[in-house]
């Protein structure tokens, strides 16, 4: 496969909106469909021989439909079910997109938001544990912010720039990043990069266009819109008689089993263009989920703590500066314990007042570490909450028709750069290599790429950049940084 380049060109998405009592949730379809279409392929391999050439249509073996990447085939549809038949409870009202809300009760499928400006989504940024600990805890961010509008109300004083109506809830996905998460993409795309996607050799468009020609993980892409094939039926004869789509919509993320006759209806009235992922080699391992029990897996009861935890759930990944707040219910504890780095750092009293059930750390100015939180009376105690803080150090300097951009952290590990709008809207992103992470810098061409971006669209804001590092529990940016891009 041809190098996969590292600048991108990014648009902002317009979703498609549903109300929040959408259709019935579907499951991904009879497992032994999909067992029978990945029969066809070697499961021994993962992956082509690398011997030959290096390039991947060279080396497969004819009778492969999935040039030697069952196991990710299989695995993209375990990361399938984790969102679609993920099952929750709401325990207040949550604000989604288009002015209302989701109600309280029971739920399945992972909420839509366009989280671009604060980077909470689902699978990349957060993890499933933390957003289901977060939905858990009724006064958690979940419940407490609408970050759809400019200057949207918060419990925290927290200033929204907004997404034109496209974010509601703190956490969430959208079409594009849900389909990148199935696929194992270490970096989520957005749905017009599938152009430049084309070009890079990590997506190709399919040659038959036809029902004949759709597989298993196959890309449907609309006008500001993808989704995923993730199961197929086939009559006695072996004839197509059904696909599984797969998306990301208001409210939820869903699968739905249309009739060829239905699928032929709908990428003829939404022009849809059918796509193939070419980059399976460099998917992430799968991990398996504690809250659904995808293909061949069982889990157990998930006990969640009801005692303490911090609002932006348990688990949770911030940056220095940060606003942390640690959510309780005191019962018959009187104290929180802090601790840094398995290291006691404060007790702290809890207010004898008993409608209170926060404790601010904001002031504290806690620096970069691993932190748990438990709360006690005597030999008392209850579990610990966890999260981590990360360094985000980064600055910019300006070299001609080049950015250096500069990055540090101590216990996060710098995974790419992102030009973008105050409110989110990316204007393109630049992978880190291990060359730049061991120099602990990269030159960008930004004009080059900002340039290439307004051909399409005037360009109506300033440039912000933003570093995205990973730790433990998930992904923080630095605080924007203003660029002289103009």
Partial sequence: MKA????????????????????PIEQLGDLEKIIEEIAKADTTSQKPSDEGNGDNDDNNNTNDPFNGYAAHIMDAYKRAQQFVELKWNSTAPI?????????????????????????????????????????HNKHSLLYTENISKKNSASSYNIKYYGNDGYCAPYMGTICSFFVSYILGQKIPYHVY???AMEKLGIIEKVADQS????????????SGHVAIITNITRDKNGELSSVFWTESVSPFTRTKELSVI???NRIEQKKGVLYRFKDWENSLAYKASEFVAAYGESISDYHYNDDICTFAGDCACFREGDIIVIDYRKGSYTEMELYKDNQLLETIPLSPNADDYAINLTDKNLPYGN??????????HSDYTYFEILQTEVSIENYGDHQKVNFHSENGKPIYIQFCARRGASFGK???????????YAFVEA???????????????????????????GRVTNHFLKTNIK
């Fill in 211 to 222: 029902v004949n020609g759709i597989q298993l993980m196959d890309l449907v892409l609309e």
């Fill in 4 to 23: 996969i380049r590292k600048i991108l060109i990014l648009f902002v998405i317009f979703p498609v909106t549903l109300s929040c009592s959408s259709d």
């Fill in 95 to 135: 604000p989604i997109i288009g002015g209302t809300t989701c109600d309280t009760g029971e739920h399945t499928g992972v909420l839509y938001s366009q989280t671009n400006e604060y980077n909470k989504y689902v699978g990349f940024d957060v993890s499933i544990k933390t957003y289901m600990s977060a939905l």
């Fill in 193 to 195: 990069e599938y152009e």
């Fill in 447 to 473: 004009n080059n790429l900002l340039d290439l971006y307004r051909n399409t669209n005037k360009f109506e804001s300033d440039v912000y950049l933003k570093v995205f590092f990973e730790g433990q529990y």
């Fill in 430 to 440: 630049y992978q880190l290599t291990e060359n730049d992470l061991s120099n602990g």
């Fill in 262 to 264: 239905a699928y032929k």
């Fill in 371 to 380: 932190y748990k939180a438990r709360l006690v009376n005597g030999k008392y």
